[in-house]
């Protein structure tokens, strides 16, 4: 149905290729991919806010912990590298352009 068709569209290569990455920052960072993932979508400059959506108290507390510290530098580079969505043409070509000076 329609929610099938939804997850599908999100089921992508870069979808798991960032779930990936989160984990493996988790494991760097000794926080539970959760707790790096909201931290790291709540710190985006772009995110007013966040939705929480925790069934149980464990997964409550789980999320809050989230904040009160930051991911490292090269940590959220990892991230966004994983995530990064092509813009494709002519975006891509125009930002190439412009980087050769024309």
């Given amino acids: 149905g329609l929610i099938a068709e ?7 290569e870069r979808a798991f290729a960032t779930a990936d990455v989160v984990q493996e920052i988790a494991a ?19 995110v007013t806010s966040s939705l929480v959506g925790a069934r149980t108290i464990d997964q409550l ?4 912990g989230s904040v009160g510290w930051q991911l490292d ?29 024309m």
Avoid: C, K
């Avoid at 991919?33 to 400059?45: D, E, F, G, H, S």
């Fill in 6 to 12: 939804g997850m599908n569209r999100r089921m992508t």
């Fill in 28 to 46: 760097e960072a000794g926080r539970t991919p959760a707790q790096v993932a909201l931290n790291w979508v709540t710190n985006r400059p772009e």
């Fill in 61 to 64: 507390d789980d999320n809050l």
């Fill in 73 to 101: 530098p090269d940590h959220v580079d990892r991230l966004d590298q994983s995530s990064r969505v092509s813009i494709g043409y002519p975006q891509e070509f125009q930002q190439w352009m412009a980087t050769i000076g």
